[in-house]
Nanobody, 129 residues
Framework: QVQLVESGGGLVRPGGSLRLSCAAS????????IGWFRQAPGKEREGVSC????????NYADFVKGRFTISRDGAKNTVYLQMNSLKPEDTAVYYC??????????????????????WGQGTQVTVSS
């Protein structure tokens, strides 16, 4: 059974950093793509970054390029999102998601996670002075 658990959110000042974690169970990271999304109050959910399972290649939304880094630790079966130079507009609930279908790949910076149980529960990130 696929399970994703996010952690690492919190309150940080503009210009600060946070590292989010997405602990996976029920599958191994080198099998499927995993992505990060975010949703701010009153806004639609948007893709942030995606890492492919097969080769670990990464993709980013333009608004986080150069500031955020997605990575994975196979030993811990965990994906990370290192967020630097945070801005107030980065405030949102951040979710990780997986596409556990055979042969799945990132669609640029988006992971196509079609089922609710392919998503984590989210972690709040607030950037404010």
């Amino acid at each position: 059974q696929v399970q994703l658990v996010e952690s690492g959110g919190g309150l940080v000042r503009p210009g600060g950093s946070l590292r989010l974690s997405c602990a996976a169970s029920g599958f191994t990271l080198d099998s499927y793509p995993i992505g990060w999304f975010r949703q701010a109050p009153g806004k639609e959910r948007e893709g942030v970054s995606c890492i492919n399972g097969s080769d670990g290649s990464t993709n980013y939304a333009d608004f986080v390029k150069g500031r955020f880094t997605i990575s994975r630790d196979g030993a811990k079966n965990t994906v990370y999102l290192q967020m630097n130079s945070l801005k107030p507009e980065d405030t949102a609930v951040y979710y990780c998601a997986v596409d556990p279908r055979k042969g799945a790949q990132c669609a640029r910076h988006i992971v196509v996670a079609l089922q609710n149980d392919w998503w984590g529960q989210g972690t709040q990130v607030t950037v404010s002075s």
